[in-house]
C-alpha cells in the first residue's frame, strides 16, 4: 500500500516563501511522475507543477517564474519551493505521485498555505 505523506504548508504574508515536502513510501517502484496540485475553496483542483522520473518539469503559468518543484535524493520525494507567495495562491496544497508499473495514482492528505495580504 502506497502511502504518501505532505509537510510544509503554514501562514505566510505576501512575498514570503514556503517549502513543501512529500513523500512517497510502501512501494519498490520509483514514481514516474511527481505533481503539485491545488484547491482553492469554490474552486476545482488545478496542477501546479510536476516533474518526471527524468527530471523534466512543467508548470501552470500563474505559478512559473516563482514557483520550483524538484526531487529529492530518497526514492520518491518531491518538493515544491514556493516564492514570492500571492493571496491567490491560498490553497490546500496535494501532492500526486504516479506509477506506471502500478498503473495507479496517489494522494496525499494536502497541505494547507495561506497567504496573506
Known amino acids: 500500500q502506497v502511502r504518501m505523506v505532505e509537510s510544509g504548508g503554514g501562514l505566510v504574508q505576501a512575498g514570503g516563501s514556503l517549502r513543501l515536502s512529500c513523500a512517497a513510501s510502501g512501494t519498490f517502484f520509483i514514481s514516474n511522475v511527481m505533481a503539485w496540485y491545488r484547491q482553492a475553496p469554490g474552486k476545482q483542483r488545478e496542477l501546479v507543477a510536476r516533474i518526471t522520473s527524468g527530471g523534466g518539469t512543467d508548470y501552470a503559468d500563474s505559478v512559473k517564474d516563482r514557483f520550483t518543484i524538484s526531487r529529492g535524493n530518497a526514492k520518491n520525494t518531491v518538493y515544491l519551493q514556493m516564492n514570492s507567495l500571492k493571496p491567490e495562491d491560498t490553497a490546500v496544497y496535494y501532492c500526486?505521485?504516479?506509477?506506471?508499473?502500478?498503473?495507479?495514482?496517489?494522494w496525499g492528505q494536502g497541505t494547507q498555505v495561506t497567504v496573506s495580504s
Open positions: 500526486n505521485a504516479f506509477f506506471r508499473e502500478r498503473a495507479s495514482d496517489y
